[in-house]
């Protein structure tokens, strides 16, 4: 059975920075392309960016490019996402799902606000 467990989110003012991480486990993680989607409330969901199942390729919306960063860890079934330069638009619940572009299982989710 798939398990993502993000966490990681929190209060931040415009700006800052969190770094989310999602541990996965019940399936081979370093053969799947993982991603982050984020879902704002009272909107859908917004695929944020994937990664490739070793990390060679990485790919971002253009909202968050330059400001945040995926990657992995194999070793430690572990999926990153640095966050930069925060903004208010970017409070939502994120999640990590399988598949470059959040098409997969997810988690449960953790999150985001970003205010002062």
């Known amino acids: 059975e798939v398990q993502l467990v993000e966490s990681g989110g929190g209060l931040v003012q415009p700006g800052g920075s969190l770094r989310l991480s999602c541990a996965a486990s019940g399936f081979t993680f370093g053969s799947y392309d993982m991603s982050w989607v984020r879902q704002a409330p009272g909107k859908g969901p917004e695929w944020v960016t994937g990664i490739t199942r070793g990390g060679g390729r990485t790919y971002y919306a253009d909202s968050v490019k330059g400001r945040f960063t995926i990657s992995r860890d194999n070793a430690e079934n572990t999926l990153y996402l640095q966050m930069n330069s925060l903004k208010p638009e970017d409070t939502a619940v994120y999640y990590c799902?399988?598949?470059?572009?959040?098409?997969?299982?997810r988690g449960q989710g953790t999150q985001v606000t970003v205010s002062s």
């Open positions: 799902a399988t598949g470059a572009y959040g098409v997969g299982s």
